[in-house]
């Protein structure tokens, strides 16, 4: 996959379905490397095999954007992932969250 997002790396959160995994799709087809974060770990992980399957690069992590630890692991594994996240997509949603 190459594009006008080649080289660069972005973290996609709410990626196990809607906006958010449109969004992967489309970045990854772009070039970017991502790091992919939902609190639904099997579809979010569905996600992630989709970018990987058509040649992107993804890296997932299951996190809860409401808790402030969760999101500094997400920085952490991008960084881990990419060396530098140098976008953000935000596609979480504001539905129940499982407990
Ligand atoms: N779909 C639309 O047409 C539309 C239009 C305008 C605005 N929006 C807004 O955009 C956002 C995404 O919409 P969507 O249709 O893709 O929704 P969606 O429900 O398909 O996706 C949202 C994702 O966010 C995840 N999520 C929710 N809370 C989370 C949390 N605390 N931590 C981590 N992940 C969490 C969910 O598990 C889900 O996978 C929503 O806030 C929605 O209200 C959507």
Redesign the pocket.
């Known amino acids: 996959m190459t594009g006008a997002l080649d080289g660069k790396s972005a973290i996609i959160?709410?990626?196990?379905?809607?906006?958010?995994r449109a969004t992967a799709l489309a970045f990854a087809r772009a070039g970017a490397r991502l790091t992919l974060?939902?609190?639904?770990t099997e579809?979010l992980e569905r996600t992630a095999a989709e970018v990987r399957d058509a040649g992107g690069h993804a890296a997932s992590v299951t996190?809860?954007?409401?808790r402030p630890e969760d999101c500094a692991a997400i920085v952490a594994a991008a960084v881990r992932a990419a060396a530098q996240a140098t976008g953000v997509a935000r596609?979480?949603?504001?539905?129940a969250?499982p407990s």
């Open positions: 959160t709410g990626a196990a379905t809607g906006i958010g974060v939902d609190v639904r579809e996190a809860d954007l409401a596609a979480t949603g504001s539905a969250v």
